[in-house]
C-alpha cells in the first residue's frame, strides 16, 4: 500500500533516531534522542516534511506529569507511547526474542560487530534491548499514523472548538500548491482515498499554527526581556536586507504555512534577528557541547570549554595546533591567542562550532587528513598541505584588468560593431544567407551609463513563411506594413543605467506596433532600490592592483561560510577543497605557460574532460553506489586559448563541440533506462549537436573578433565584431530627454 510506504519512510527515521541510546532509552527515550542527536531546545524537537510549503513540522514532547495538548503533543512520543503499550501487552515475548535474527532481517548491510561498534553497545543485554524496541516500534508504527492525526486534530478541537471545521479543504490545497481534484495530493503524499486528504491537511494545518505559537512563545521572551528591542525592530528593513530575493507575499505564502499574518512575520523576524545575537541560542537541530573545529577537521577530544562567549583551550593543546609557545596552567582564551598567530577565529552558533583557520596557508593551498596525499608510488605521505600555484594566471588577470582600467570620474566612449550573418542550411533547395547589422554605442563614467543599439534587421522578415506575411500584411494594412520594415530597418533601443541612483530608463519605438499608447518619445522607468557598489568597485581595484588573489578569494568564502552554514563548518571546508581542486584544475600551472613576456592560458579537450567526467561520476555514484565510476567523454572539442603580453595586448581562441553520444551514455546510466530509452535519448540529443569557434585580439582600446555557431543540419551563424574605445568629455544622461514620456513600472 501507498500509505504504508509512505509511513515506512517517517518511521524509519524515527527508528534511526531512537537507536541513538538504546540502553537508556527505555526511561525517557525522547529525552535522549534530543540529547545525543540535539533535535532542539530542551522539549522542542524538529522533523522534516515533505510538501510545498517549506515549513518543518514543530514535534514537542510534554515534560514528565505535563498534560498532552496539541502544543506538544508529537509523532515520536506518540509513536513510542504505543510501542511502549504493546512491550507491555507482549511482555513475555521479550526472552525468546532473537535479537540477532532481527537485526539480519532489518539491517541485511551490517554486521552484529559493526551494528554494535557504530551505536557503542558494550553488552548483550544493551543489544537486546535495543533490537526489542525497535521490533516493537515497527509492529505499531505501520498503523500508528492515522491515529496521530486523529489524536492531533481531537486536542486542537478541543482548544478551539468548530476552527477545523470551518476550513475548506480547498483553500488548504491551495495553500500547499494543490488544486481539485486532489488526485496529485494523493499521488505526491501516498494517499489512497480523499478522506486521507482532509485529515492530513488539517494536521500540516495544525504543525503551521505549533510553528507560529511556538515563534510567539519565544517572541514573548524576548520582549520580556528586553521591551525596547521590539519597539526599536524594524521588520521591513530587516527582510529587506535578508530575504531581498523573494516576495514577502510569496515568502509568507510559502514558506510560512497557511494564514500567515504580518504580525505572525514580524514576530518570525523579530526571534530571528534576537537569536542572531544570543550567544545562549543553539539551533533546533543542535543541542550538544561545543566543539572545536581545525582546518575543517572536528576535535572531538579536546579540553575545549567556554565561558560568558569566551573559548578556552589548555596553552599546551592550543599551542600545538597554532604552531606557537604557549606555555602556563590555566585555560587560554582561544581567539587572541589564535588571531596573534596569525589565524582566523570564527564561531557557528548553528552547530555550537569554534572555527580555527589557519589564513597564511588556506590561502595558498589546502589542509588535507593525514595519509591523504600520496608519492609518486603511490604511497601515502605524511604530508597535510597542498599547495595550488595560480600566480600565472592571476597575473594574466591582473594584465588584462589593468589594460582596460577607468579612472574615476572619466568618461569613457565604447563603440561596438556586429556583422551577422545567418545561414539556413537546406539541403534540397540550397542554403540561405541572412544579413543583421548592429551597432552598440555605450558612454559611461562611474556607475552611469548610456547606451543605444541600433540595428538593420529588416531582411529577418524573410525568414518568415510567405503565407503569414500575407496575412500580417492583410491584418496590419499596407501603411503599417510598410511602416514595420521602416522600423525594422532602422531598429533602436535606448538604455540608461544609473547604478548610484537606483534607476533605470529605456525607450524601444518598435513597441507601438503592438500597443497604440507607446509612441517614438516614450520612456520605461524602473526603480532599483539601494545599491551599493563600494564592495564591488574595491574587488575591481584589488584585481588591476594585484593586490587580490583566487586564493584569497576561497579563503574569504570559507571563513564566512564556515560561520553561517548550517551543514557545519566541516561541510564548509569540503567545498573549500572541491572549489580549489576546480580552481587548479582549470587555472593551475599546467593550463600555463610564458614566453618572451607573453603569457598563455590554454585549456584542451582532455583536461575539460577529465574535470566534467569525474564530476559526473561522482555525482551518479549514488545512483549506482557499488559500481566503478565510469569515465565519460562529453566533449570532442574544448580547446581555448588565451594570450596576454606585458602592454596588455590580448589574443583568444576556442573550438567547443559537445559529445552527444556521451552525454547520452551519462545521462541514461545505470538500471533506470531500458535500451530503447537509451536509443531514443541519444537520437534526440543528437539533433541538437553544434560546434562554436571564437578568435579575437587587440587592446582595451581597439579589438576585433569572429565568432561562428554551427547547428548540425539546421544553421550556422557568424558574427564579426570590431570594438573601440576611447576617454571622451560628454558625460552620459542621467534621465530621459526633456519632454519624453516617462512610465513609471
Known amino acids: 500500500m501507498k500509505a504504508k510506504r509512505f509511513l515506512s519512510l517517517l518511521l524509519s527515521l524515527t527508528l534511526a533516531v531512537s537507536l541513538a541510546a538504546p540502553a537508556a532509552a527505555a526511561e525517557d527515550p525522547v529525552a535522549d534522542i534530543a540529547a545525543q542527536y540535539g533535535l532542539g531546545r530542551p522539549g522542542v524537537t524538529t522533523l522534516p516534511i515533505s510538501g510545498d510549503l517549506g515549513w518543518s513540522m514543530v514535534t514537542t514532547t510534554p515534560a514528565e506529569g505535563q498534560e498532552v495538548t496539541w502544543r506538544n503533543l508529537s509523532y515520536i512520543s506518540f509513536l513510542e507511547g504505543k510501542a511502549q503499550e504493546y512491550r507491555e501487552a507482549h511482555a513475555g515475548e ?40 525497535e521490533y516493537c516500534q515497527v509492529q505499531v508504527g505501520i498503523l500508528s499514523w492515522e491515529e496521530y492525526e486523529k489524536q492531533l486534530m481531537a486536542l486542537y478541537e478541543e482548544a478551539f472548538p468548530g476552527e477545523l471545521d470551518s476550513l475548506d479543504t480547498a483553500t488548504l490545497l491551495a495553500y500547499e500548491g494543490y488544486q481539485d481534484p486532489v488526485t496529485a495530493y494523493m499521488k505526491d503524499n501516498y494517499l489512497e482515498d480523499e478522506a486521507a486528504v482532509r485529515s492530513q491537511l488539517l494536521a500540516n494545518y495544525i504543525e503551521a499554527r505549533r510553528q507560529i505559537a511556538d515563534t510567539h512563545d519565544r517572541a514573548e521572551g524576548y520582549r520580556s526581556a528586553d521591551p525596547g528591542s521590539w519597539d526599536g525592530f524594524d521588520a521591513d528593513a530587516y527582510y529587506e536586507e535578508n530575504y531581498y530575493w523573494v516576495d514577502k507575499e510569496e515568502f509568507m505564502h510559502s514558506w510560512r504555512g497557511p494564514f500567515y499574518t504580518e504580525e505572525d512575520l514580524k514576530e518570525y523576524l523579530y526571534v530571528e534577528h534576537m537569536e542572531e545575537n544570543d550567544p545562549s541560542f543553539q539551533w533546533d537541530w543542535y543541542a550538544g557541547d561545543a566543539t572545536l573545529v581545525v582546518n575543517g577537521v572536528t576535535n572531538y577530544d579536546t579540553q575545549l570549554t567556554t565561558a560568558d562567549g569566551v573559548s578556552y583551550l589548555p596553552a599546551g593543546e592550543l599551542g600545538a595546533i597554532l604552531g606557537a609557545d604557549l606555555t602556563g596552567d590555566e585555560p587560554v582564551a582561544i581567539r587572541p591567542a589564535a588571531e596573534a598567530a596569525g589565524w582566523d577565529v570564527t564561531w557557528n552558533r548553528m552547530n555550537n562550532q569554534v572555527v580555527l583557520l589557519d589564513r597564511e596557508r ?96 529588416a531582411q529577418l522578415l524573410e525568414l518568415i513563411p510567405q503565407a503569414a506575411m500575407d496575412k500580417l500584411n492583410a491584418q496590419m494594412g499596407k501603411l503599417d506594413f510598410q511602416n514595420l520594415k521602416t522600423l525594422l530597418t532602422g531598429c533602436k533601443f535606448q538604455l540608461i543605467l544609473d547604478l548610484e541612483g537606483g534607476k533605470a530608463y529605456w525607450n524601444l519605438p518598435l513597441l507601438r506596433l503592438v500597443d497604440d499608447t507607446v509612441s517614438e518619445d516614450t520612456w520605461f522607468s524602473l526603480d532599483l532600490g539601494d545599491m551599493d557598489l563600494t564592495a564591488v568597485s574595491e574587488v575591481l581595484a584589488a584585481l588591476q592592483d594585484g593586490e587580490w588573489s583566487v586564493g584569497d578569494f576561497l579563503y574569504e568564502m570559507l571563513l564566512q561560510d564556515s560561520a553561517e552554514s548550517y551543514m557545519g563548518a566541516t561541510s564548509s571546508y569540503q567545498s573549500f577543497l572541491e572549489l580549489y581542486s576546480v580552481a587548479n584544475t582549470f587555472f593551475g600551472p599546467h593550463t600555463m605557460s610564458e614566453q618572451g613576456g607573453t603569457l ?63 552525454i547520452a551514455a551519462m545521462g541514461t546510466r545505470g538500471s533506470w533506462y531500458d535500451p530503447g530509452e537509451t536509443a531514443l535519448m541519444t537520437w534526440a540529443l543528437g539533433l541538437f549537436d553544434f560546434r562554436e569557434t571564437a578568435r579575437s585580439q587587440g587592446t582595451a582600446s581597439h579589438a576585433t573578433g569572429t565568432l561562428e555557431f554551427h547547428w548540425k543540419n539546421q544553421m550556422k551563424l557568424k558574427v564579426d565584431t570590431v570594438a573601440d574605445q576611447e576617454a571622451v568629455k560628454d558625460a552620459p544622461r542621467t534621465a530621459p530627454p526633456a519632454g519624453a514620456e516617462v512610465v513609471e513600472l
Request: proline letters at 3%.
Open 600 to 662: 598563455t592560458w590554454k585549456l584542451d579537450t582532455a583536461t575539460v574532460n577529465q574535470m566534467f567526467s569525474g564530476l559526473a561520476g561522482y555525482m551518479g555514484y549514488y545512483y549506482d553506489e557499488y559500481e566503478e565510476i565510469p569515465q565519460f567523454e562529453l566533449f570532442k572539442e574544448y580547446d581555448l586559448t588565451v594570450t596576454v603580453d606585458r602592454n596588455g595586448r590580448m589574443t583568444a581562441s576556442a573550438a567547443i563541440r559537445p559529445n552527444m553520444e556521451g
Open 94 to 133: 521479550y526472552d525468546s526474542f532473537d535479537a540477532a535474527a532481527w537485526l539480519a532481517e532489518s539491517w541485511p548491510d551490517w554486521t552484529k560487530e559493526e551494528y554494535l561498534e557504530i551505536f557503542e553497545i558494550a553488552d548483550e543485554e544493551s543489544f537486546k534491548q535495543a533490537m526489542w524496541k
Open 362 to 457: 588556506l590561502t595558498h593551498g589546502v589542509v588535507v587528513p593525514a595519509g591523504a596525499i600520496y608519492d609518486e608510488n603511490d604511497q601515502p605521505t605524511d604530508e597535510d598541505f597542498l599547495e595550488y600555484d595560480l600566480t600565472q594566471f592571476e597575473e594574466l588577470l591582473k594584465r588584462l584588468l589593468s589594460a582596460q582600467k577607468l579612472e574615476k570620474g572619466q568618461s569613457y566612449r565604447t563603440t561596438n560593431t556586429y556583422s551577422m550573418t545567418l545561414t539556413t542550411l537546406n539541403s534540397l533547395d540550397g542554403d540561405k544567407d541572412y544579413k543583421l547589422d548592429l551597432k552598440v554605442d555605450a558612454l559611461a563614467r562611474d556607475g552611469l551609463m548610456d547606451v543605444t543599439v541600433t540595428a538593420n534587421a
